[in-house]
């Protein structure tokens, strides 16, 4: 049986080398053709990534740092690299990228 599965975005809705809140509480970055997402949750304080709707700061296309306390995480595997969360991962959600179009499993946002 397939899960039902539903597009949270258009991939260029997604800033190239930046992030987008694509869904309620689910984090879209991109880089060129390839896109991650992740709930935005840090794992530092267990609060949003960011502090102003939709906007995330991100590095060299590459790094995600989070608006609190300045963990940076990278893009493709969510693991903090610097700061003080070091070690840490966000939490994956799988998407795939269909016809430019970010789709998502409807299980992976309950
Ligand atoms: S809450 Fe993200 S680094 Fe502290």
């Known amino acids: 049986m397939n899960a039902s599965k539903h597009a949270i975005c258009a991939l260029h809705e997604v800033p190239d080398g930046g992030g987008h ?3 309620p509480a689910i984090l879209v970055l991109r880089r060129g053709d ?8 840090c794992p530092h304080f267990s609060i949003p990534l960011n ?3 939709d906007a995330f700061w991100t590095y060299g296309g590459g790094l995600l740092m989070c608006a609190h306390h300045s963990a ?5 595997d969510g693991e903090c690299i610097d700061g003080p969360c ?3 991962r966000l939490e ?3 998407i795939r990228i269909e016809d ?3 789709v998502i499993d409807d299980e992976s946002i309950t």
């Open 21 to 23: 809140e694509a869904a």
């Open 34 to 41: 390839e896109a991650w997402a992740y709930r935005n949750v």
């Open 51 to 53: 502090y102003e709707p």
């Open 72 to 76: 940076m995480f990278r893009f493709e």
């Open 86 to 88: 070091l070690g840490a």
């Open 92 to 94: 994956r959600v799988a």
């Open 100 to 102: 430019g179009r970010v």
